[in-house]
């Protein structure tokens, strides 16, 4: 009998060759060196403990394993041998060591070592546990009210660094803005909006988030009206008087200086000159014919002059007022709806005649008898106003605002040459003019009124003369300037008469306030542009 033993990689071969007779065995052997460690290996790790970063609170395991059989194990954290308990416990199962050990914390922090030994040989195996404090808030942020226009900040504060943040209005996640700034410092994290608006009011809340943990601190922000008036207006019964007769004396370069008021359809231009009207007669009445039905289109047809009568006086303002068929969009079939901005501008130019019908689709042309082609100074317009309503601004449509720009900008343009001196800018504000001025001013002098704010605004609605304390309305007024290019001091808050039987002051107040800048703009403008 022969038995061999073929090379195992580089290892010798081993040969034994069995001979029997006669019922003996005769051993014939050849020898060469032979690697035992192949045949029979020594005890070793197959996986050592690995380094560990968990939560506290959470279970943290230890595993190796080896490649025999039979070993007994110790495990230590530092120098410290470790035994079952409730908080730590030792299993083996075969050939693989675990170490568990449940509700981590800051103490169990540091270097574990497995000694495992078998037949006198011994291997150890060594890893160290780090536990991350889970995300907590150490310090909050609280329910904050401010006035309108103060600076709110909040801030929250957690206990680890490595953690990133977002903030968010309700649902709404926030962003940084203009007027929204958010940062982190070290473990703070804080919100700061510059300038509060009532649109500001809600919840806020701030997630701190690292990996799959997240806490948040949430407040309430409630934005309150201002606490002072961030202009200034008297609504005394004497300032009512004062302004009333100042109108009523007025005595301008250009006798009637003429007001053209334009806007879409359903913003109170009709019904602004009947409050005029029923402000100086001391009477409700429809001077000028509103539409009170809000159908959608406009009641206004024709163009037409409109005079007002004072009580008790044989006399009518020195100025007039021309109203104008509302701007609407295009609808469907690209049809045009609402007055053609090119009849607005005859208009302001004095071509259109009184009682001139519009037509959307068919502007006044050069061609058409009713076509005034020599129109006195009288015939133009001194002041050109536009009339937007408060509680429908953000509602407005993009075709209607670049219509009003289409009118803005060619009554900016309708300049003539002229001394250097004072002349008005295309907001209807007074500037002086520079030695590159001196042969060219601005246009036509240009104000927005803002109506039905007692509707855009709920304290308003419930006390008139609050309305400069209004974030609310300011907001509006704001909205106005960004989207038509008109400066804030040259636009005007109004409230129509409407539901009123008897004359209310803040209601002539407002409306006188308006109405004493408008003729000084118009007849400062007539004075520098119409050669008087």
Same mark, same amino acid.
């Given at each position: 009998?022969?038995?061999?033993?073929?090379?195992?990689?580089?290892?010798?071969?081993?040969?034994?060759?069995?001979?029997?007779?006669?019922?003996?065995?005769?051993?014939?052997?050849?020898?060469?060196?032979?690697?035992?460690?192949?045949?029979?290996?020594?005890?070793?790790?197959?996986?050592?403990?690995?380094?560990?970063?968990?939560?506290?609170?959470? /279970? #943290?395991? !230890?595993? *190796? +394993? @080896? =490649?025999?059989?039979?070993?007994? &194990?110790? %495990?230590?954290? $530092?120098?410290?041998?470790?035994?079952?308990?409730?908080?730590?416990?030792?299993?083996?199962?075969?050939?693989?060591?675990?170490?568990?050990?449940?509700?981590?914390?800051?103490?169990?922090?540091?270097?574990?070592?497995?000694?495992?030994?078998?037949?006198?040989?011994?291997?150890?195996?060594?890893?160290?546990?780090?536990?991350?404090?889970?995300?907590?808030?150490?310090?909050?942020?609280?329910?904050?009210?401010?006035?309108?226009?103060? /600076? #709110?900040? !909040?801030? *929250? +504060? @957690? =206990?680890?660094?490595?953690?990133? &943040?977002? %903030?968010?209005? $309700?649902?709404?996640?926030?962003?940084?803005?203009?007027?929204?700034?958010?940062?982190?410092?070290?473990?703070?994290?804080?919100?700061?909006?510059?300038?509060?608006?009532?649109?500001?009011?809600?919840?806020?809340?701030?997630?701190?988030?690292?990996?799959?943990?997240?806490?948040?601190?949430?407040?309430?922000?409630?934005?309150?009206?201002?606490?002072?008036?961030?202009?200034?207006?008297?609504?005394?019964?004497?300032?009512?008087?004062?302004?009333?007769?100042?109108?009523?004396?007025?005595?301008?370069?250009?006798?009637?200086?003429?007001?053209?008021?334009?806007?879409?359809?359903?913003?109170?231009?009709?019904?602004?000159?009947?409050?005029?009207?029923?402000?100086?007669?001391?009477?409700?009445?429809?001077?000028?014919?509103?539409?009170?039905?809000?159908?959608?289109?406009?009641?206004?047809?024709?163009?037409?002059?409109?005079?007002?009568?004072?009580?008790?006086?044989?006399?009518?303002?020195?100025?007039?007022?021309?109203?104008?068929?509302?701007?609407?969009?295009?609808?469907?079939?690209?049809?045009?709806?609402?007055?053609?901005?090119?009849?607005?501008?005859?208009?302001?130019?004095?071509?259109?005649?009184?009682?001139?019908?519009?037509?959307?689709?068919?502007?006044?042309?050069?061609?058409?008898?009713?076509?005034?082609?020599?129109?006195?100074?009288?015939?133009?317009?001194?002041?050109?106003?536009?009339?937007?309503?408060?509680?429908?601004?953000?509602?407005?449509?993009?075709?209607?605002?670049?219509?009003?720009?289409?009118?803005?900008?060619?009554?900016?343009?309708?300049?003539?040459?002229?001394?250097?001196?004072?002349?008005?800018?295309?907001?209807?504000?007074?500037?002086?003019?520079?030695?590159?001025?001196?042969?060219?001013?601005?246009?036509?002098?240009?104000?927005?009124?803002?109506?039905?704010?007692?509707?855009?605004?709920?304290?308003?609605?419930?006390?008139?003369?609050?309305?400069?304390?209004?974030?609310?309305?300011?907001?509006?007024?704001?909205?106005?300037?960004?989207?038509?290019?008109?400066?804030?001091?040259?636009?005007?808050?109004?409230?129509?008469?409407?539901?009123?039987?008897?004359?209310?002051?803040?209601?002539?107040?407002?409306?006188?306030?308006?109405?004493?800048?408008?003729?000084?703009?118009?007849?400062?403008?007539?004075?520098?542009?119409?050669?008087?």
């Amino acid at each position: 009998m022969k038995r061999h033993f073929s090379e195992q990689g580089s290892l010798p071969f081993y040969t034994v060759n069995v001979v029997q007779f006669s019922g003996l065995i005769f051993w014939q052997s050849s020898f060469c060196l032979f690697n035992m460690e192949y045949l029979f290996p020594s005890f070793k790790f197959t996986k050592h403990l690995e380094d560990t970063e968990q939560l506290a609170g959470k /279970e #943290v395991t !230890l595993s *190796c +394993e @080896v =490649n025999k059989y039979g070993a007994s &194990a110790q %495990w230590f954290h $530092g120098d410290k041998q470790i035994t079952n308990s409730t908080k730590v416990t030792m299993v083996q199962k075969s050939r693989r060591f675990d170490l568990r050990i449940n509700n981590v914390q800051e103490s169990d922090e540091g270097f574990y070592r497995i000694k495992l030994q078998r037949y006198g040989e011994v291997v150890e195996s060594t890893a160290k546990v780090a536990v991350q404090e889970k995300i907590v808030i150490s310090r909050y942020f609280q329910d904050v009210r401010v006035n309108g226009g103060q /600076e #709110v900040i !909040l801030k *929250c +504060e @957690v =206990n680890r660094e490595d953690v990133t &943040a977002e %903030w968010k209005k $309700g649902d709404q996640l926030l962003t940084t803005g203009r007027n929204v700034v958010m940062e982190q410092r070290g473990r703070e994290f804080i919100l700061k909006i510059k300038q509060a608006h009532s649109s500001d009011t809600g919840l806020y809340t701030c997630l701190v988030k690292s990996g799959r943990e997240e806490v948040k601190c949430s407040a309430e922000v409630a934005v309150q009206e201002f606490d002072k008036e961030w202009r200034i207006l008297n609504f005394s019964i004497q300032n009512r008087n004062k302004l009333e007769a100042e109108l009523i004396q007025f005595k301008p370069k250009l006798e009637p200086l003429r007001i053209l008021l334009y806007g879409p359809v359903g913003s109170g231009k009709s019904s602004f000159i009947n409050s005029i009207d029923v402000l100086f007669n001391g009477q409700m009445n429809t001077a000028s014919l509103a539409d009170s039905a809000g159908t959608g289109y406009s009641f206004t047809k024709k163009y037409k002059t409109h005079r007002i009568e004072v009580k008790g006086r044989s006399k009518v303002l020195p100025f007039v007022f021309n109203d104008v068929m509302g701007l609407e969009d295009k609808k469907q079939d690209n049809k045009p709806e609402g007055v053609a901005p090119e009849d607005i501008i005859s208009a302001l130019k004095g071509h259109i005649p009184d009682d001139y019908m519009f037509r959307p689709s068919a502007p006044l042309t050069e061609e058409q008898k009713s076509y005034n082609s020599d129109p006195s100074p009288t015939d133009k317009v001194h002041c050109l106003v536009c009339v937007l309503p408060a509680d429908k601004i953000t509602f407005m449509t993009d075709d209607v605002f670049s219509k009003m720009k289409q009118i803005r900008e060619t009554a900016s343009d309708m300049a003539v040459s002229g001394d250097t001196g004072t002349f008005w800018s295309e907001s209807g504000c007074a500037q002086t003019t520079s030695s590159l001025q001196r042969c060219r001013h601005p246009g036509i002098p240009q104000v927005t009124m803002v109506t039905r704010v007692d509707v855009a605004c709920p304290v308003v609605g419930s006390n008139l003369g609050k309305i400069y304390y209004s974030i609310k309305i300011k907001e509006k007024m704001q909205e106005c300037s960004n989207r038509l290019g008109v400066p804030m001091n040259c636009i005007f808050p109004v409230k129509n008469y409407h539901e009123e039987t008897k004359l209310v002051l803040e209601v002539d107040v407002l409306i006188l306030d308006a109405l004493f800048h408008i003729v000084n703009f118009a007849n400062n403008y007539a004075a520098k542009h119409m050669g008087i």
